[in-house]
């Protein structure tokens, strides 16, 4: 079992900046993809950004390519979601995922942390 809690959310203005961090009870990065996905009010929950099992790599929405920026601290048990140049279409609840298919699923989120970006 793994345990995410994010924390980094609040209120900021169009163009601005935000960091979120997702801290997790024990070592990640080894043996699951970590990622971050977001679910707008009425909307359905979406991709936002991945760093691969093992450091494979790092994948982008289409949407948040060139503004968002994720990254990991293994030492602390730590993935971040740096996010510059917020619009308006980024306001959602921001949700942490620990994911892996091999050798066996699994499939972990955290609570969610609040974005709102006002215009």
């Known amino acids: 079992q793994v345990q995410l809690v994010e924390s980094g959310g609040g209120l900021v203005q169009v163009g601005g900046s935000l960091r979120l961090a997702c801290a997790a009870s024990?070592?990640?990065?080894?043996?699951?993809?970590m990622g971050w996905y977001r679910q707008a009010p009425g909307k359905e929950r979406e991709f936002v950004a991945v760093?691969?099992?093992?450091?494979?790599?790092?994948y982008y929405a289409d949407s948040v390519k060139g503004r968002f920026t994720i990254s990991g601290d293994n030492a602390r048990n730590t993935v971040y979601l740096q996010m510059n140049s917020l619009k308006p279409e980024d306001t959602a609840i921001y949700y942490c995922?620990?994911?892996?298919?091999?050798?066996?699923?699994?499939?972990?989120w955290g609570q969610g942390t609040q974005v709102t970006v006002s215009s």
């Open positions: 995922n620990a994911a892996r298919i091999i050798p066996a699923r699994y499939d972990y």
């Open positions: 024990g070592p990640t990065f080894d043996n699951y993809d």
């Open positions: 760093i691969g099992r093992g450091g494979a790599g790092k």
